[in-house]
Nanobody, 123 residues
Framework: QVQLVESGGGLVQAGGSLRLSCAAS????????MGWFRQVPGKEREFVAT???????TYADSVKGRFTVSRDNAKNTVYLQMNSLKPEDTAVYYC?????????????????WGQGTQVTVSS
């Protein structure tokens, strides 16, 4: 079992930055691929970014060049650095863990999910 707890969300003006963190329980964090997803009311949860256990990263086109995913296995934590934020980035952001090497944006390949953290970008 892996428990995931997101933090770092909040209200920011357009053009600003936030860093989300996702702390994981358990001793096998380094063996999981970690992903970030986001969801707005009435829409499907969408892929944002993922990082494999070896550190390879993949991003949705909508965030490429603005967001950076990273991980610190010593701290059992994955991060999402979000720069140049836009109002359309407003959503609840979730982190997720997968036993697959490269689950990328396939939600069904992620086994564990956090409760989410709200990010609101004002114009």
């Amino acid at each position: 079992q892996v428990q995931l707890v997101e933090s770092g969300g909040g209200l920011v003006q357009a053009g600003g930055s936030l860093r989300l963190s996702c702390a994981a329980s358990g001793r096998t964090f380094s063996s999981y691929a970690m992903g970030w997803f986001r969801q707005v009311p009435g829409k499907e949860r969408e892929f944002v970014a993922t990082i494999t256990r070896t550190g390879s990263t993949t991003y949705a086109d909508s965030v490429k060049g603005r967001f950076t995913v990273s991980r610190d296995n010593a701290k059992n934590t994955v991060y999402l650095q979000m720069n140049s934020l836009k109002p359309e980035d407003t959503a609840v952001y979730y982190c997720a863990a997968s036993t697959y090497y490269g689950p990328y944006g396939t939600k069904s390949l992620y086994t564990y999910w956090g409760q989410g953290t709200q990010v609101t970008v004002s114009s």
